[in-house]
């Protein structure tokens, strides 16, 4: 969930909605980039935000169960 969604959840006056996603998650610092370059397949990891923030991240199927 972005901070976006956080927010979101914040301003509707949902706080046990959020809290009950948000313990269901793990933070996610950033994600992988994958490519081609000059023929050569590259990984490269990509920060989600230069701030320091998070993503809090789960499995669809935890989503789909709250």
Do not use: C, W
């Not at 490519?35 to 789960?58: A, L, P």
């Amino acid at each position: 969930m972005s901070e976006r969604g956080i927010n979101s959840l914040k301003k509707a006056n949902r706080p046990q909605m959020l809290q009950t996603i948000l313990d269901e998650t793990i933070p996610m610092h950033g994600r992988m980039i994958h490519g081609r370059k000059n023929g050569k397949i590259f990984e490269q990891s990509q920060k989600y935000d230069v701030h320091g923030r998070v993503r809090q991240d789960s499995s669809f199927a935890n989503f789909y169960r709250l």
